[in-house]
C-alpha cells in the first residue's frame, strides 16, 4: 500500500513538471494553413478556435504531444505541439523586415532632409560670411583711405602752419619796412621842404640886395 502511495505521489509530481516545464514561453505556429486550439488533449475536444500561421501564443504548459497556449485575444486550448515552432515564420520575419525597412526608410528619409537643411543652411551661412567677409575688406580699405587722408591732411596743415607763420614774419617785416620807408619819406619831405624854403629864401634876400645896390636913373 505504501509502494502503491509512492508510486503516485512520484506519477503526480512527474505530471505536474511537464505541465509547467514550458511555462510563459513565446512560440508561433508553424507553417501550416490553420491550427485547431482544443478545449483539451487530445483531437477528440471541441475546437475553440483556429490559429493562423506565424501567429505569437504563450506556453502555457506541455504534456507530450500536446501544449497548452493562451493567444492574443485571451483564448487558452491545446494544440499539437509539433505544429510549433520557437523560430519566427518566414513570412512573420519578412513582415519585421519590411517594418524593420520601412522605419529605415523613414530615417533615411528624416536625415536626407536634415542633410539637406543642414547644405542650405551651409550655404546660407556660407554667403553671408562671404557678405560680412566683403564688408569687412571695404572698411578696411576705407579705413586704410582715412589714415592715408589724415597723413595727408596733418602734414598739408602742418605746411600750412608754417607757411602762415613765415608769411606772419614777412608781414611783421614788411610793417617794420613800411614804418621805416614811410618814416624816410616824410624825413625826405621836410628836407626837400627846408631845402625849397631855404633856396626861396635865399632867392629872395638875393633880390632884395641887389635892389637896393641898383643905382637911381633919377
Request: glycine share 6%.
Amino acid at each position: 500500500m505504501k509502494k502503491i502511495s509512492a508510486i503516485c505521489l512520484i506519477a503526480f509530481v512527474l505530471t505536474a513538471f511537464l505541465d509547467v516545464s514550458g511555462w510563459c514561453q513565446y512560440m508561433y505556429v508553424g507553417d501550416i494553413t490553420q491550427l485547431n486550439l482544443r478545449a483539451g488533449k487530445g483531437l477528440t475536444h471541441n475546437v475553440i478556435t483556429t490559429l493562423a500561421s506565424g501567429e505569437q501564443v504563450t506556453v502555457l504548459a506541455t504534456a507530450g504531444e500536446w501544449t497548452k497556449v493562451g493567444t492574443a485575444d485571451g483564448s487558452e486550448g491545446w494544440v499539437a505541439s509539433r505544429y510549433l515552432t520557437a523560430e519566427k515564420p518566414a513570412d512573420i520575419k519578412i513582415e519585421d523586415l519590411n517594418i524593420q525597412m520601412e522605419i529605415l526608410k523613414g530615417e533615411l528619409e528624416a536625415a536626407t532632409l536634415e542633410n539637406q537643411k543642414l547644405t542650405e543652411d551651409n550655404i546660407s551661412l556660407a554667403t553671408q560670411l562671404n557678405e560680412k567677409t566683403m564688408k569687412v575688406d571695404k572698411f578696411e580699405t576705407a579705413l586704410a583711405d582715412l589714415e592715408k587722408n589724415c597723413g595727408d591732411y596733418l602734414h598739408l596743415k602742418e605746411k600750412y602752419e608754417t607757411i602762415r607763420t613765415e608769411i606772419n614774419e614777412k608781414n611783421a617785416k614788411m610793417q617794420v619796412l613800411e614804418k621805416k620807408v614811410n618814416n624816410q619819406h616824410v624825413s625826405a619831405a621836410v628836407k626837400w621842404a627846408l631845402t625849397g624854403a631855404g633856396i626861396l629864401l635865399t632867392g629872395y634876400f638875393l633880390g632884395y640886395r641887389a635892389r637896393r645896390k641898383r643905382p637911381s636913373l633919377l
